[in-house]
């Protein structure tokens, strides 16, 4: 259990045969019937989707390629020598981009300097996109990360006395990843700006060697989103539930 949407939520409903990516929960089908059987009811539902190379579809490739070239923007991966000031980007989009969503909590300076502290060892920046105007403001990203549970089921958690060094040595060799963010600024969308992160972000992917990809979460009622999801040839494959109970 969590503080906030911000952290890893909900209860695994479909897709147990496949284990879990980065940062996403998992767990035995009966903890639902627990819940339902101690009165808790459905909130939302959130939904995983998962792509492998080669599934994008003609249609987006065609799209964004033609969109990117008449788009007035720069699109950039992160600048890991500019560490604090690409966090400094993150932080002026995040709030902004998921303020209207069901559940939103804006986060905090502190919670969001913590995380990029935790992250800062596992980020590839091929996998971190910033979409700014041409003056500099930030306008959209993408954030993805390895997959680093990959690793942590062959040390089986643990990080001693060699499941650190396995950690380090095979942290290149991981080909698999999770988006947990892409989004534009209100003022910006329906103007296939995402179409082209979708691309970029997948391209840049394969160049540095990832071949699987999770896309999660999503909302089930964000209608947008999941459209988007699908039209880039990526399919639902897990469902988590959020729950809650009316206290008296």
């Given amino acids: 259990m969590n503080f906030s949407t911000n952290e890893e939520c909900g209860m695994l409903i479909d897709g147990f045969d496949t284990p879990p990516a980065i940062m996403m929960t998992h767990n035995p089908p009966y903890y639902n019937d627990l819940l339902e059987r101690c009165g808790f009811l459905k909130a939302r539902d959130i939904l995983a989707y998962e792509m492998r190379e080669g599934d994008i579809t003609e249609r987006l490739l065609q799209l964004a390629r033609k969109l990117e070239s008449r788009l007035n923007l720069r699109f950039a991966f992160f600048n890991k020598s500019d560490f604090w000031g690409e966090v400094n980007k993150f932080r002026y989009l995040y709030n902004r981009i998921w303020e209207a969503n069901w559940g939103f909590v804006p986060m905090t300076d502190n919670e969001i300097n913590a995380m990029a502290k935790n992250l800062k060892l596992i980020l590839d920046p091929a996998l971190i996109l910033f979409v700014t105007t041409n003056e500099g403001e930030p306008i959209g990203f993408s954030l993805a990360l390895p997959d680093l549970n ?11 006395p060699t499941g650190l060094f396995t950690l380090l040595a095979g942290r290149r060799k991981i080909d ?71 206290l008296s």
């Avoid at 910006?188 to 992917?205: C, H, M, N, W």
């Fill in 176 to 246: 698999r990843a999770r988006v947990l963010a892409m989004g534009v600024l209100p003022e910006f969308r329906q103007r296939g700006i995402d179409a082209v992160i979708y691309l970029k972000t997948y391209e840049s992917g394969l160049h540095a060697g990832y071949n699987w990809g999770e896309f999660s979460w999503v909302l089930e009622d964000n209608k947008n989103m999941n459209e988007a999801a699908l039209s880039m040839g990526s399919r639902p494959y897990k469902k988590w539930r959020i729950w809650e109970k009316q």
């Fill in 150 to 160: 990959v690793l942590l089921k062959k040390i089986n958690g643990r990080l001693f």
